[in-house]
């Protein structure tokens, strides 16, 4: 990190559609309002679905999870 490099902790995070793509709202704290008492920062991110997707897969990946397994098809709910 360099010393000009802004450091928070995000506490919370929202998201909608818009049209194929998503807006996704993260809410975060810098170092310097922790304590503060001032409402979080919200930065708010546009992305198509393939980026979150991607961004998705990346943060199971470092957080040592799994993503959820996925619900049976047409074909599994007919034999399962």
């Known amino acids: 990190m ?3 490099d802004r450091v928070g902790v995000l506490v919370g995070w929202s998201s909608q ?3 194929p793509n998503l807006i996704v ?3 975060s704290y810098e170092r310097s309002t922790w304590n503060s008492g001032e409402n979080p920062e919200t930065t708010r991110i546009f992305m198509t679905r393939n ?3 991607l961004l998705a897969s ?3 990946e470092i957080s040592g999870n799994s993503p959820p397994p996925r619900p049976p098809g047409r074909f599994g709910r007919f034999f399962g």
């Open 51 to 53: 980026q979150a997707a």
């Open 17 to 19: 559609t818009f049209g």
């Open 58 to 60: 990346h943060l199971f």
């Open 2 to 4: 360099e010393e000009n």
């Open 25 to 27: 709202d993260l809410q």
